[in-house]
């Protein structure tokens, strides 16, 4: 039961020698005729041994220095004999990947787990990490790195410089109980829209101003936009995002992708949509701004309703991406609405408002 | 009839096995946030070589997991350094300094490609075996990548033309220090015949919507694998293609409905099929005595090569 048929390499000649392997007590003996029939035997010490780790159902030995010596083994009983003549040395070593040599139906039902789980970990771990990562980001880093995307992308906009100015003024009239320091921009551009970049930078297409009647509405668009600041939505954005590409990318086993990734500039990431969860905690949270600084709360539901007549049906224009706009904001705005009390009259806003309005419908 | 003496590799890979390992691979690099790739792509090249037979006998990777580590984080290294240069410079708004931090990123990944290159020959030749014989690379560095350059700036400066001699005479380098114990290679290709095949193979493409890329790719394959000579001793055997354009586009239509179809999870069973149609579509003809071959490589470890080619993804030789 110790004597094992098995193929013998000397490491010197790719001849293969059909051998026995004797299980000796300390040590394994290898016997087989040499092409000139001449008996030849081999003494492999125990210590020497190396079992070659391996997917198939051959067990491979080898021993010795460079050049090895190798040996090749079918016989299935042969990992009980070791077992048995050698319990102090074990040869096999449990692995994760044994699970290759059982059957089919096995590696069918771990892969279907292991993809369940991938799927679990990609739409419930991967925005929790991201999450997580995100708010422990140095805020200074993050205003730097908002800067930097700022600077890369608004050369892709004509910035409307007078505008800009008078719309900081506005800004600076409402407390948005911020450490961010808030920037605004506003860029020719005719669609109505406006997005918020991480750190402070908010970006206003002159259209959506156009559009406005009232200071309540604009009031409400920063508000709303300086919550996604405030809350970091972009920059857990930009980690799930990243996360994703990462997850992607390993999984498809492309290294490059997350080269290219890190290489890649921040517009394609700026432009990413917030989940719903995000849009309306940043419409929640844009009310307690107004609210708090005695601003009509109309203005969130007018500045809904303009977005809805100017984008039409809600989820298939592409500037909807930014900001999906539902009925059910515009019903809950209406909602809030209703309990709002204290608005106090701020003549300065009022002021800067009608500055903007000027240079808007003239 | 010692004439028609003709022998093959065979590949007894199976779709679901590298399908296990494929997901323990993903699996475990997710968790590892990607720090067990090296192991990872250990674990396939194995499953690779020890599913291909050759006389009876399977071949052996020998790379391990920890090795391709170190070449691992070498590579990264090298990477985070040149992309550092060239954010730093590009930070500093200075216009001399940028484009000084850009010609340095480009010229450092001109660089990297033919030591990479060199290095994933040296690494995998010396961890590939078959019965204990050790393949080997013998190139020099220095002479390779001077080679490199000077090819690539030729094929800069001619726009492209001289890639066609620039790849024959990068291959005749690999194969001519190509050892795989006493035998060694030699590739026989010819730059001009190669460029006059290519330029028939893009433009009948063109002309044919793509339907003639089948029979082009077919002829780049018998172009790559029938210039291969193989020398024992004496006695050269050359290396003959069967692959046909029919061929070539049952492969290349059902893997890419296989991968699209199942998003990409199927990619393993894509693979089984692609490693057994090339090599069952080369022939070694001639008298090879597969006893006779002799240890003559000597140990050999160094894997930053290994890693960095996979990293700038170039198709190796």
Same mark, same amino acid.
């Given at each position: 039961?110790?004597?094992?048929?098995?193929?013998? %390499?000397?490491?010197?000649?790719?001849?293969? !020698?059909?051998?026995?392997?004797?299980?000796?007590?300390? !040590?394994?003996?290898?016997?087989?005729?040499?092409?000139?029939?001449?008996?030849?035997?081999?003494?492999?010490?125990?210590?020497?041994?190396?079992?070659?780790?391996?997917?198939?159902?051959?067990?491979?030995?080898?021993?010795?220095?460079?050049?090895?010596?190798?040996?090749?083994?079918?016989?299935?009983?042969?990992?009980?004999?070791?077992?048995?003549?050698?319990?102090?040395?074990?040869?096999?070593?449990?692995?994760?990947?044994?699970?290759?040599?059982?059957?089919?139906?096995?590696?069918?039902?771990?892969?279907?787990?292991?993809?369940?789980?991938?799927?679990?970990?990609?739409?419930?771990?991967?925005?929790?990490?991201?999450?997580?990562?995100?708010?422990?980001?140095?805020?200074?880093?993050?205003?730097?790195?908002?800067?930097?995307?700022?600077?890369?992308?608004?050369?892709?906009?004509?910035?409307?410089?007078?505008?800009?100015?008078?719309?900081?003024?506005?800004?600076?009239?409402?407390?948005?109980?911020?450490?961010?320091?808030?920037?605004?921009?506003?860029?020719?551009?005719?669609?109505?829209?406006?997005?918020?970049?991480?750190?402070?930078?908010?970006?206003?297409?002159?259209?959506?101003?156009?559009?406005?009647?009232?200071?309540?509405?604009? #009031?409400?668009?920063?508000?709303?936009?300086?919550? %996604?600041? %405030?809350?970091? !939505?972009?920059?857990?954005?930009?980690?799930?995002?990243?996360?994703?590409?990462?997850?992607?990318?390993?999984?498809?086993?492309?290294?490059?992708?997350?080269?290219?990734?890190? #290489?890649?500039?921040?517009?394609?990431?700026?432009?990413?949509?917030?989940?719903?969860?995000?849009?309306?905690?940043?419409?929640?949270?844009?009310?307690?701004?107004?609210?708090?600084?005695?601003?009509?709360?109309?203005?969130?539901?007018?500045?809904?309703?303009?977005?809805?007549?100017? %984008?039409?049906?809600?989820?298939?224009?592409?500037?909807?991406?930014?900001?999906?706009?539902?009925?059910?904001?515009?019903?809950?705005?209406?909602?809030?609405?209703?309990?709002?009390?204290?608005?106090?009259?701020?003549?300065?806003?009022?002021?800067?408002?009608?500055?903007?309005? #000027?240079?808007? !419908?003239? | 009839?010692?004439?028609?003496?003709?022998?093959?590799?065979?590949?007894?890979?199976?779709?679901?096995?590298?399908?296990?390992?494929?997901?323990?691979?993903?699996?475990?690099?997710?968790?590892?946030?990607?720090?067990?790739?090296?192991?990872?792509?250990?674990?396939?090249?194995?499953?690779?070589?020890? $599913?291909?037979?050759?006389?009876?006998?399977? @071949? *052996? @990777?020998?790379?391990?997991?920890?090795?391709?580590?170190?070449?691992?984080?070498?590579?990264?290294?090298?990477?985070?350094?040149?992309?550092?240069?060239?954010?730093?410079?590009?930070? *500093?708004?200075?216009?001399?300094?940028?484009?000084?931090?850009?010609?340095?990123?480009?010229?450092?990944?001109?660089?990297?490609?033919?030591?990479?290159?060199?290095?994933?020959?040296?690494?995998? *030749?010396?961890?590939?075996?078959?019965?204990?014989?050790?393949?080997?690379?013998?190139?020099?560095?220095?002479?390779?990548?001077?080679?490199?350059?000077?090819?690539?700036?030729? *094929?800069?400066?001619?726009?492209?033309?001289?890639?066609?001699?620039?790849?024959? $005479?990068?291959?005749?380098?690999?194969?001519?220090?190509?050892?795989?114990?006493?035998?060694?290679?030699?590739?026989?290709? $010819?730059?001009?015949?190669?460029?006059?095949?290519?330029?028939?193979?893009?433009?009948?493409?063109?002309?044919?919507?793509?339907?003639?890329?089948?029979?082009?790719?077919?002829?780049?394959?018998?172009?790559?694998?029938?210039?291969?000579?193989?020398?024992?001793?004496?006695?050269?055997?050359?290396?003959?293609?069967?692959?046909?354009?029919?061929?070539?586009?049952?492969?290349?239509?059902?893997?890419?409905?296989?991968?699209?179809?199942?998003?990409?999870?199927?990619?393993?069973?894509?693979?089984?099929?692609?490693?057994?149609?090339?090599?069952?579509?080369?022939?070694?003809?001639?008298?090879?005595?597969?006893?006779?071959?002799?240890?003559? $490589?000597?140990?050999?470890?160094?894997?930053?090569?290994?890693?960095?080619?996979?990293?700038?993804?170039?198709?190796?030789?």
């Amino acid at each position: 039961m110790y004597n094992f048929s098995v193929r013998y %390499h000397d490491g010197r000649l790719s001849i293969a !020698h059909d051998a026995t392997l004797t299980l000796m007590p300390d !040590h394994w003996l290898i016997h087989y005729r040499d092409p000139s029939g001449e008996l030849t035997s081999v003494r492999w010490t125990l210590p020497g041994i190396v079992t070659d780790e391996n997917f198939s159902h051959l067990f491979i030995f080898r021993f010795g220095e460079f050049p090895q010596q190798t040996i090749e083994c079918k016989d299935g009983n042969l990992p009980e004999s070791l077992k048995k003549r050698y319990p102090e040395r074990p040869f096999f070593k449990r692995r994760v990947t044994d699970i290759f040599k059982l059957n089919n139906t096995t590696i069918a039902g771990v892969a279907f787990t292991v993809l369940m789980l991938i799927g679990l970990g990609y739409w419930f771990g991967l925005p929790w990490l991201a999450g997580a990562v995100a708010a422990r980001f140095p805020t200074s880093a993050e205003i730097k790195m908002g800067d930097t995307m700022y600077e890369n992308m608004i050369r892709a906009y004509e910035v409307d410089d007078q505008l800009t100015a008078k719309l900081n003024d506005f800004t600076k009239a409402i407390d948005f109980k911020t450490n961010y320091p808030i920037r605004v921009t506003v860029v020719t551009e005719n669609d109505a829209n406006a997005f918020a970049l991480p750190g402070g930078n908010i970006v206003v297409f002159e259209g959506i101003l156009r559009k406005m009647k009232t200071k309540e509405e604009l #009031a409400a668009l920063l508000a709303h936009e300086v919550s %996604h600041v %405030h809350y970091r !939505h972009s920059l857990r954005n930009i980690f799930r995002s990243l996360g994703g590409y990462l997850f992607l990318s390993l999984l498809l086993n492309d290294i490059n992708g997350i080269v290219t990734i890190l #290489a890649d500039n921040s517009n394609a990431l700026a432009n990413l949509t917030y989940s719903r969860e995000l849009e309306t905690e940043a419409d929640t949270k844009g009310m307690d701004v107004l609210q708090s600084n005695g601003i009509r709360l109309q203005g969130f539901v007018d500045l809904f309703a303009l977005l809805q007549s100017e %984008h039409g049906d809600v989820g298939s224009l592409k500037l909807l991406s930014t900001h999906p706009l539902t009925e059910e904001r515009l019903r809950a705005a209406e909602m809030i609405v209703r309990g709002q009390k204290g608005v106090v009259a701020n003549r300065e806003l009022e002021k800067y408002w009608q500055v903007i309005a #000027a240079a808007e !419908h003239k | 009839m010692e004439q028609h003496e003709t022998r093959q590799v065979t590949f007894y890979g199976e779709g679901a096995k590298l399908f296990g390992i494929y997901i323990v691979n993903i699996l475990l690099t997710l968790v590892t946030l990607g720090l067990y790739y090296p192991w990872a792509r250990a674990a396939l090249l194995k499953y690779l070589y020890e $599913e291909s037979e050759f006389e009876g006998s399977r @071949f *052996t @990777f020998h790379g391990t997991g920890k090795e391709m580590f170190i070449g691992f984080i070498k590579a990264i290294g090298i990477f985070l350094g040149l992309y550092c240069i060239l954010f730093g410079a590009v930070a *500093t708004h200075n216009m001399t300094i940028t484009l000084i931090g850009v010609a340095v990123f480009y010229i450092g990944f001109l660089l990297l490609i033919p030591i990479a290159i060199h290095g994933a020959l040296r690494y995998r *030749t010396s961890r590939s075996s078959w019965r204990g014989i050790h393949f080997g690379y013998r190139g020099d560095r220095k002479e390779f990548l001077n080679m490199f350059i000077v090819g690539s700036l030729i *094929t800069l400066c001619t726009f492209g033309i001289y890639g066609a001699w620039f790849v024959i $005479e990068i291959r005749k380098y690999i194969f001519k220090h190509l050892r795989f114990g006493s035998i060694s290679f030699s590739y026989e290709g $010819e730059g001009s015949a190669f460029f006059w095949m290519n330029l028939k193979g893009y433009m009948l493409t063109l002309i044919t919507f793509g339907i003639y890329s089948f029979w082009w790719a077919k002829d780049l394959f018998a172009y790559y694998v029938n210039n291969i000579r193989m020398y024992q001793g004496e006695t050269a055997l050359p290396f003959r293609s069967t692959a046909t354009a029919g061929g070539y586009f049952k492969l290349i239509a059902v893997n890419i409905l296989i991968i699209i179809l199942s998003l990409g999870l199927a990619t393993p069973w894509a693979i089984v099929r692609a490693m057994q149609f090339v090599f069952s579509n080369i022939h070694i003809d001639g008298p090879l005595d597969v006893n006779a071959i002799t240890q003559t $490589e000597a140990d050999y470890s160094d894997a930053t090569g290994e890693d960095l080619a996979d990293m700038i993804d170039i198709g190796l030789v």
